[in-house]
């Protein structure tokens, strides 16, 4: 089955860190792009950073120089590095594929919650 | 990187068509053909239902179509039913090869 799988969400005090990964299966995860997005409660979608397949990446300006996306396609594997979280941090985080050779979202995750408590 | 402009809501009868718009920059959605909008249903993940401004994915209803006019992006619903009340965003692609996504529209389904 085609899927992606979230995971690494929980509780964690402002100003510390957190890796959230997220498992892709049934396609060949090395060749897709990959994007991280979040939705704080009662709010909108968000998007956060993407990855290319040659490892280039970018950032919305709210989380650069704080977040670090990374892939690991032998464990067909993407993961968010997120260090001094706050509390505005606090959202579902989703993992999203970039369609082949576009730029829409066409597989997501069902999302992890993170949750930063000052 | 400004949030994309959505109404807040919209509303309609079963059957009737209802238009959401997507407002942004030349540096996005004017500047670009890389709209999509996604629907999500509460406690759900977001589903794609339009890319590339008009493009429909497989197994996406015919009733869903996109157009696009300047810095505007429009979805349409047409024959309204009681399944497509949810939440719709749209995303644009933008320079410096980042995204943007709207602030969400909640359809009613009366």
């Not at chain 1, 670090?68 to 941090?89: F, V």
């Not at chain 2, 996604?38 to 590339?52: C, T, W």
């Not at chain 2, 696009?68 to 429009?74: C, D, E, I, P, R």
Request: glycine share 12%; hydrophobic share 30%; proline share 3%.
């Amino acid at each position: 089955e085609v899927q992606l799988v979230e995971s690494g969400g929980g509780l964690v005090l402002a100003g510390g860190s957190l890796r959230l990964s997220c498992a892709a299966s049934g396609f060949t995860f090395s060749t897709y792009s990959m994007n991280w997005v979040r939705q704080a409660p009662g709010k909108g979608l968000e998007w956060l950073s993407y990855i290319a397949s040659s490892g280039t990446t970018y950032y919305t300006d709210s989380v650069k120089g704080r977040f670090t996306i990374s892939r690991d396609n032998a464990k067909n594997s993407l993961y968010l590095q997120m260090n001094s979280l706050r509390d505005d941090d606090t959202a579902v985080y989703y993992c999203a594929r970039d369609a082949f050779g576009g730029w829409s979202f066409d597989l997501w995750g069902r999302g992890t919650l993170l949750t930063v408590s000052s | 990187q400004s949030a994309l402009t959505q109404p807040a809501s919209v509303s309609g009868s079963p059957g009737q068509s209802i238009i959401i718009s997507c407002t942004g920059t030349s540096s996005d959605v004017g500047g670009y053909n890389y709209v999509s909008w996604y629907q999500q249903h509460p406690g759900k993940a977001p589903k794609l239902m339009i890319y590339d401004v008009n493009d429909r994915p497989s197994g996406v209803s015919n009733r869903f179509s996109g157009s696009k006019s300047g810095n505007t992006a429009s979805l349409t619903i047409s024959g309204l039913q009681a399944e497509d009340e949810a939440d719709y965003y749209c995303c644009s692609y933008t320079t410096g090869s980042t995204r943007v996504f709207g602030g969400g529209t909640r359809l009613t389904v009366l």
